[in-house]
């Protein structure tokens, strides 16, 4: 069974860059199995798709989120990342890790929370 | 504001049956049948119950079911127990240009 958990700086500066990893185990980010995907949750509020990216390194990303948003793979440690840049305050939130497949958001990491702030 | 409407909140009570709805449009819920519906308790993350519209995967209760007519999807919650009590979300897919849209979440309260 995969099972997925994420890391990153709790506190990030406005203006600056948003770096989470989410690291897999129990399968495999090469395997055509799943599309790994960030979903987002603002505190207090509802959960927001951020992307995905296949095994094949095609990604798909929120139109509202695209020109500031990377999904990526690092098949050697078995991790994806994602990037968020010039982030503001409305980018605070839970950010969880999770695989879609096919149709669904079908594993979830624990989810890690992301402030920022000066 | 979020794509899918829910009710903020819903309750019932142990043993009865309550249902949530999920309105969207004909570009999302109405469009698809990929609807997915998680509970997801206080500081938790969210847990998938039901996918593709009325299919459970393995390991949740057959209490939990799913359906939709037109731009409305529902879950169904039969036989509620207090751990049933949760925030539950909608989502859909929305086409190859907007991909999965979620709804606002509702809140489960058992009497």
């Known amino acids: 069974q995969v099972q997925l958990q994420e890391s990153g700086p709790g506190l990030v500066k406005p203006s600056q860059t948003l770096s989470l990893t989410c690291s897999v185990s129990g399968g495999s980010v090469s395997s055509g199995d799943y599309y790994w995907s960030w979903i987002r949750q603002h505190p207090g509020k509802g959960l927001e798709w951020i992307g995905y990216?296949?095994?094949?390194?095609?990604?798909y990303y929120n139109p509202s989120l695209k020109s500031r948003v990377s999904i990526s793979l690092d098949t050697s440690k078995n991790q994806f990342s994602l990037e968020v840049t010039s982030v503001t305050a409305a980018d605070t939130a839970v950010y969880y890790c999770a695989t879609k497949r096919p149709n669904a958001f079908d594993i979830w990491g624990q989810g890690t929370m992301v402030t920022v702030s000066s | 504001q979020s794509a899918l409407t829910q009710p903020r909140s819903v309750s019932g009570s142990p043993g009865q049956s309550v249902t949530i709805s999920c309105t969207g449009t004909?570009?999302?819920?109405?469009?698809?049948?990929?609807v997915s519906w998680y509970q997801q308790h206080p500081g938790k993350a969210p847990k998938l119950m039901i996918y593709d519209v009325n299919k459970r995967p393995s390991g949740v209760p057959d209490r939990f079911s799913g359906s939709k007519s037109g731009n409305t999807a529902s879950l169904t919650i039969s036989g509620l127990q207090a751990e049933d009590e949760s925030d539950y979300y909608c989502?859909?897919?929305?086409?190859?240009?907007?991909?999965?849209?979620f709804g606002g979440g509702t809140n489960l309260t058992v009497l």
């Open positions: 004909r570009s999302d819920v109405g469009g698809y049948n990929y």
């Open positions: 989502c859909s897919f929305a086409g190859s240009d907007t991909f999965w849209v």
């Open positions: 990216i296949y095994s094949s390194g095609s990604t």
